[in-house]
């Protein structure tokens, strides 16, 4: 496969693509460059026009984290979980944890949720119990929350 750059692609057909992208769902920066790089193979209108969409307001990487902030907290995932997602999407450090900082979230009362669903009520009656549990909830990003605080407060309410 060659890196060729095809001349019959335009800005404008660039620019409907990431706009299509767009209108399905928020994506941050580099995300929109490299799917439209699949689309259209390495091509140097790509950069300038998702830039021309950004300062159009039409791409917005905060607006990308504030919606994948909610959209993952609303799946039972946590703040270590979704900070960690959100580099691997390359949006900044300032930017993730602006929102995380920001998020009208109650990560406690996530946590609980989280266990109540996969575990039930009834706390664990095993050494090895507990550590599934403890795996489980780190794995989903709720590394600041030890057990032991989750289950004295759900056993006191």
């Known amino acids: 496969m060659t890196d060729t750059v095809d ?19 928020e994506h941050g920066f580099q995300e929109l460059c490299d799917k439209l790089v699949r689309r259209f193979g390495p091509n140097p209108l790509i950069r300038g026009e998702v830039e021309r969409l950004r300062e159009e307001g039409l791409q917005n990487d905060v607006r990308f984290a504030e919606a994948y902030l909610h959209s993952r907290a609303q799946r039972l995932y946590g703040p270590m979980r979704i900070r960690l997602e959100l580099r691997e999407r390359r949006i900044a450090e300032e930017i993730i944890e602006n929102a995380l900082a920001h998020a009208e979230v ?27 549990r403890q795996r489980f909830v780190a794995y989903r990003g709720f590394n600041q929350f030890r057990l032991d605080d989750i289950e004295s407060d759900s056993l006191a309410s």
Do not use: C, H, N, Q
């Not at 001349?7 to 299509?20: C, E, H, K, V, Y």
């Open 7 to 25: 001349t019959t692609i335009t800005g404008t057909d660039i620019r409907r693509s990431a706009m299509d992208l767009l209108a399905r769902r």
């Open 106 to 132: 109650d990560w406690s009362k996530l946590v609980y949720e989280l266990i109540w669903r996969k575990f039930g009520r009834k706390p664990p009656e095993t050494i090895v119990e507990r550590a599934k």
